[in-house]
T-cell receptor, first 115, second 114 residues
């Protein structure tokens, strides 16, 4: 099965850099995704790491280390609009239980950006 | 515009009264899923469908039914709702295979069962 752990809350100030960690226990997966969800809104896709290393998309970067069972989302030049919940998610591989399912999500990290 | 739509957006109902939440996508996606979101528990998958007439249970299927008679539609049925099914529900869709890590979510349905 899959189990993903994230910090429940993170607070940072505008303009700062923040890292949201995701540690996982899974028997196998294809990659690690990140989603953003504003209060009352739908989750929206941010990034995906199929391979170990850093993927950069504008102010957001995501990192994966399979050997350490660890990934993170890095947000730079924080803006007030970045205040939201952030979820990591894994897509199980054919070798893991529930392999046909699409994604398993972590419980989310609430990011608060202060002025 | 590419989108996933859900109806209704808000629903208050009573215990035992059957209800259906509709979900439709216009992106020709094979995969569709239903999730429920509760405080502190993240998104938990209820049911998913890999294609027309192919559905399977997710992590929390008890008390729910689904059907996939057309590719674009994936309704969620609560035959006899109970208060513990009060939650925020999301429908999502994606392409199958290697692109399935990127899901498109509907706007959500907030359900209250009294």
């Amino acid at each position: 099965g899959q189990s993903l752990e994230q910090p429940s809350e993170v607070t940072a100030v505008e303009g700062a850099i923040v890292q949201i960690n995701c540690t996982y226990q899974t028997s196998g997966f294809y990659g690690l995704s990140w989603y953003q969800q504003h209060d009352g809104g739908a989750p929206t896709f941010l990034s995906y790491n199929a391979l170990d290393g850093l993927e950069e998309t504008g102010r957001f970067s995501s990192f994966l280390s399979r050997s350490d069972s660890y990934g993170y989302l890095l947000l730079q030049e924080l803006q007030m609009k970045d205040s939201a919940s952030y979820f990591c998610a894994v897509r199980p591989s054919a070798l893991s239980s529930g392999s046909a399912r699409q994604l398993t999500f972590g419980s989310g990290t609430q990011l608060t950006v202060l002025p | 515009e590419a989108q996933v739509t859900q109806n209704p957006r808000y629903l208050i109902t009573v215990t035992g009264k059957k209800l259906t939440v509709t979900c439709s996508q216009n992106m020709n996606h094979e995969y569709m899923s239903w999730y429920r979101q509760d405080p502190g528990l993240g998104l938990r998958q209820i049911y998913y469908s890999m294609n027309v007439e192919v559905t399977d249970k997710g992590d929390v299927p008890e008390g729910y039914k689904v059907s996939r008679k057309e590719k674009r539609n994936f309704p969620l049925i609560l035959e006899s709702p109970s208060p513990n099914q009060t939650s925020l529900y999301f429908c999502a869709s994606s392409f199958r295979g290697m692109s399935s890590y990127e899901q498109y979510f509907g706007p959500g349905t907030r359900l209250t069962v009294t």
